[in-house]
């Protein structure tokens, strides 16, 4: 890796310190079924976010909650304390698209019609009300 290429990725890992996140990778389900479970959280407190996962009849929901508890284990983790209800909410959720798997399927009169199986991926930040409130009055 060239001199400014790991200077770059220095300064990111040191801005992603600050930062409370888990990251969910390959999921076999398409960007856009997930894209609906996320944004029914986006914004929420995380417990509420948490409850409204839970008893989501889609079956993204249940990766996605696994998700969430992750980014909050990994918050309770770096500030050495547990999460009190009503301090930390869901301050951002990206879905991107994976890697598509190219497969085949029989169709009449020799031809073949392409299914294209997609994957994405997913990263779920978490804050405190309080760093935003403080961020927000600077």
């Known amino acids: 890796m060239g001199k400014r290429k790991s200077i770059s990725a220095e300064e990111l890992k040191e801005a992603r310190k600050s930062l409370y996140f888990a990251k969910l990778r390959n999921v076999p389900s398409s960007p856009r079924k997930m894209r609906l479970v996320v944004d029914m959280i986006r914004g929420m407190e995380v417990f509420r976010a948490l409850g409204v996962l839970k008893y989501s009849n889609?079956?993204?929901?249940?990766?996605?909650?696994k998700l969430l508890r992750s980014a909050i284990a990994n918050w309770e983790q770096k500030n050495e304390r547990k999460a009190d209800s009503g301090e930390l909410y869901v301050s951002?959720?990206?879905?991107d698209c994976a890697t598509t798997l190219k497969r085949m399927?029989?169709?009449p009169q020799g031809r073949g019609y392409r299914?294209?199986?997609r994957s994405n991926?997913?990263?779920l930040f978490v804050d405190t009300k309080k760093n935003?409130?403080?961020?927000s009055q600077s």
């Open 92 to 95: 951002s959720v990206n879905v």
């Open 115 to 117: 299914i294209r199986k």
């Open 121 to 123: 991926h997913v990263t």
């Open 132 to 135: 935003n409130e403080v961020e």
């Open 105 to 107: 399927r029989p169709a």
């Open 58 to 65: 889609k079956e993204a929901a249940a990766k996605v909650e």
